[in-house]
């Protein structure tokens, strides 16, 4: 085999790879939304689960990508661990889908495919038929690639050396050592299998000899999700874990099953003239029959993980983020899911603040005020750190609606820090009325108790609006906010008649006034957020 031709070779590979890449994240990006709810809500039954992992990888053709998903929903606490793994046994069946189509030689229409899409990314403005482009273009680089790999491994069919390597592949040990460590170097079992069909397309392997790598590309492509597990909790890793096992097990069971009974020749016969189609008959048999012997033992792959990852995770501080995963972010889907539920996460503190400041104030209680003033740094110190995230994730690919999405986050932790700078003016004020010994009168307090019970239900129903996708919540506070407008003038001047009337003291004037003000502020960051439920993509039902 020449120099130009093992250049080729690794050509090929590169274009398959890219045109890959290019097409998953053009349909994560486009459907992302979509995916991520329906991996969160779509999984409490076992073959639902099973049947949403198959369905969501192959439309996006990689199952790394779909596990990575699943190992950031799990850290994010949006999904059990139980849940996780049906879904990534749905993906390893999903993931054969690529080397089907190439099965079906729809690799001959590839300059046809790649010519529509880049057409189509290059003369349209409309984003959405654009990225429709990028996922046609992407098929059509990854059928060329194939192609281009077809023709580069022709020479080999009469190199000794290769014929002699090949041949050992039949060996059990040395097909899933060659499989495995493919699949973990190139990070894709699908480019593996296409360079295993791009040999059997030139009639250089058969079945026989591509059974074990095969088995073995099932066990390398386990190392995405155990990469992405890393920087995630116990029950993150334990999940990368269940996953390795899961295809360990079947790994097992086959490599028995092939000793005993005549598998290969079976799945010949299926397609007795067509070598492509049988690898991939197999490699879909192989995922398939897996699932349908482990869907109903999934607590033996949870014990195993508990084996490997043992102990508990630490508890993070109150200031750290605990849904995000700062170093993973090439998944939009994941990210937005994770942000979603930290800004709920401050808003329950913000809540908790607001609450607590006017307790403080109204009780006269010192050391509840100069909590929610340290409170106030855990919620400065995770609205900074969301922002970061938030400004980095809108630098990346995404849907149109994961778009909008991140710019409404934005907007609404500005809100929830604004709220809670209000409640620590509160607090503030609560700790000077009691320095100061400072009194006020009974009408004055009744104001302060009285438009204090209104924001007080205003930032409650904003809370669980945000929450509960709940629009009700959000109407209601809008209705709420000219209560508040009105209370707030309305106070303003019998205070000032109290004042002049000398029922009020005077060094109480500037406290009270602040008082008022905040609460009013609080209301209209409240109706700042409905506002943002009632318009938005996520937070509708």
């Known amino acids: 085999m020449e120099f130009f031709e093992v250049l080729a070779l690794f050509g090929g590979l590169g274009l398959f790879l890219y045109g890959m890449k290019l097409m998953s994240d053009s349909l994560e990006a486009a459907a992302g939304d979509k995916l991520r709810k329906g991996l969160e809500t779509l999984t409490s039954n076992r073959f639902a689960a099973v049947g949403l992992g198959a369905g969501v990888t192959a439309i996006i053709q990689s199952s790394s990508a779909t596990t990575v998903m699943l190992i950031g929903f799990v850290n994010a606490g949006l999904m059990t661990m139980s849940q996780a793994i049906f879904v990534g046994m749905g993906a390893n069946i999903g993931t054969t889908m690529t080397a089907q189509m190439i099965a079906f030689k729809i690799t ?56 002699d390597l090949l041949s050992s592949f039949s060996s059990p040990l040395t097909g899933l050592l060659a499989g495995v460590l493919v699949t973990m170097v190139i990070q894709s079992s699908s480019a593996t299998m296409g360079i295993m069909q791009a040999f059997a397309l030139q009639g250089i392997v058969g079945l026989d000899s591509a059974v074990y790598v095969i088995l073995g590309l099932n066990l390398g492509t386990c190392i995405t999700a155990i990469l992405a597990s890393l920087s995630g909790g116990k029950t993150a890793k334990r999940t990368a874990v269940s996953f390795l096992f899961f295809n360990i097990i079947g790994v097992a069971v086959f490599a028995v099953l092939l000793a005993i009974f005549p598998i290969v020749d079976w799945v010949k016969s299926w397609t007795p003239e ?35 990852i043992r102990g508990e995770d630490k508890k993070k501080s109150r200031s750290q983020l605990k849904f995000i995963d700062k170093d993973n972010i090439s998944l939009p889907a994941v990210g937005v899911g994770q942000s979603i539920n930290e800004v709920i996460r401050v808003a329950e503190f913000s809540l908790e603040n607001f609450n607590n400041s006017l307790i403080a104030f109204i009780n006269r209680k010192e050391k509840l005020a100069r909590e929610v003033v340290e409170n106030e740094q855990v919620v400065d110190n995770l609205s900074q750190s969301i922002m970061e995230y938030l400004t980095n994730l809108a630098q990346l690919e995404m849907s149109a609606v994961d778009s909008r999405i991140v710019m409404q986050l934005m907007k609404i932790i500005i809100d929830l820090e604004r709220i809670s700078d ?40 904003a809370v669980t609006s945000l929450k509960n996708t709940d629009r009700q919540a959000a109407e209601d506070v809008l209705k709420i906010e000219p209560k508040v407008d009105k209370l707030e003038k309305k106070f303003t001047k019998s205070h ?36 943002e439920i009632l318009q938005g993509d996520i937070f509708t039902k």
């Not at 009194?439 to 205003?458: N, Y």
């Not at 109480?508 to 960051?525: G, L």
């Open 108 to 163: 001959s229409l590839a300059p046809a495919i790649l010519f529509a899409g880049i057409i189509m990314m290059l003369f349209f403005k409309r984003r959405n038929v654009r990225r429709i482009g990028q996922i046609i273009g992407g098929l059509g680089i990854l059928f060329v690639g194939m192609n281009i790999m077809s023709q580069a491994v022709i020479p080999l069919k009469e190199w000794q050396p290769f014929l």
């Open 274 to 308: 067509d070598t492509v189609r049988q690898l991939a008959n197999f490699h879909t048999f192989f995922n398939i029959t897996t699932t349908a012997i482990l869907i109903g033992f999934p607590l033996v792959l949870v014990r195993a993980s508990y084996f490997i």
């Open 422 to 461: 209000h409640s620590e003016n509160i607090a503030q004020s609560a700790i000077r009325r009691i320095d100061k010994s400072i009194s006020f009168s009974k009408s004055a307090i009744a104001e302060v108790e009285l438009i204090s019970s209104h924001v007080k239900d205003a930032l409650t129903l």
């Open 496 to 531: 000032l008649k109290r004042l002049s009337k000398g029922e009020c003291n005077p060094s109480s004037s500037a406290i009270y006034t602040d008082i008022i003000h905040n609460m009013e502020r609080v209301c209209d960051h409240c109706t700042n957020i409905a506002n």
